[in-house]
């Protein structure tokens, strides 16, 4: 990703699996940019194991968020985008897109 991004590294990077892809979320921080933001999202395969906090201050300064569905959805207007990510998860599947989706809220 530094190649891709000429040696500045990508903004974000999500896992929505957690337990049995965290690690290897945690050595993708090598992609993020300084300040970049890692999203811990899911929890697919089972609930990520403790960790040490260190790693993040090692990689970066990054920063690390675990976002809950129900922060989201108490805002109608926000709950209202999900229908958004509905479809845009159908056109990822069918292959209609590539590149990144944006969400305006």
Do not use: C
Not at 7 to 12: D, M, Q, S, T
Not at 35 to 63: C, E, I
Request: no cysteine; charged share 25%.
């Amino acid at each position: 990703m530094r190649e891709l991004t000429d040696g500045k590294g990508v903004n974000a990077v999500f896992d929505s699996v957690g337990k049995t892809a965290f690690d290897a979320s945690l050595d993708s921080l090598d992609s993020l940019a300084r300040q970049g933001l890692m999203m811990w999202v899911g929890t697919a395969s089972g609930p990520v194991a403790p960790f040490d906090p260190q790693l993040l201050v090692k990689k970066g300064p990054l920063y690390l968020t675990r976002p809950a569905l129900a922060d989201y959805i108490a805002d109608p207007a926000e709950k209202n985008a999900l229908a958004d990510a509905q479809d845009a998860h159908r056109d990822v599947e069918a292959r209609k897109t590539t590149g990144s989706s944006v969400f305006v809220v």
